[in-house]
């Protein structure tokens, strides 16, 4: 399950998928089946959630978490990747994979009012 929390050694993945409305789904399918079968089971994962933009149909963006920045590095060199990777480029319009490190976390319920 993905964590939210700053301070810690985790990375983050956010990677936008830009795809034409009558391939979504596919792309969706794709992703779910590419960490259900693949992503999981690599060192360092820790988790993986697939969004939907609501003000386009045509974007969706991942945002996965691994343990270390070289977790994720193995992880686009391993072999069981390669062909989902593959195929989410050939579905997809773009790909803008990023990654980034938490910096703060502010919520409602640890809300500092002053």
Known sequence: MATIEEKTSCITL????TVESAKQQQLVDLLIKATETTMRRLPGFIAANIHRSVWTALAFAN?????????????LKNPEVIPHMQQAAALATSIDPKLYEVVEVCDAENAQHT
């Open 63 to 75: 945002y996965a978490q691994w343990r270390r920045v070289e977790d994720h590095q193995k992880m």
């Open 14 to 17: 956010i990677n936008v998928f």
